[in-house]
């Protein structure tokens, strides 16, 4: 298989196959980084939620108390 493939021109192995292979799994490639981008996202939203929590909770509780007294 590796001679057969090494036997075929430059511009068919680094050109036409990855363009073919682009064509046939372009819809699955793309749908899988929209997922990936999306799942990214959603766990730097949910970070950045808990972090305005912690910060609110931090601010307005009573100054009065210890800080490790709830």
Do not use: Q
């Not at 001679?3 to 430059?10: I, K, S």
């Not at 766990?43 to 808990?50: G, K, P, T, Y």
């Amino acid at each position: 298989m590796k001679d057969a493939f090494m036997t075929l021109p430059w511009w068919v192995r680094w050109i036409a196959i990855p363009v073919v292979a682009l064509v046939i799994f372009g819809g699955m490639i793309a749908s899988v980084l929209t997922w990936v981008i999306g799942l990214l996202f959603k766990i730097l939203l949910f970070v950045a939620v808990v972090a305005l929590l912690i910060y609110l909770v931090r601010r307005f509780s009573g100054s009065s108390k210890s800080a490790g007294d709830w």
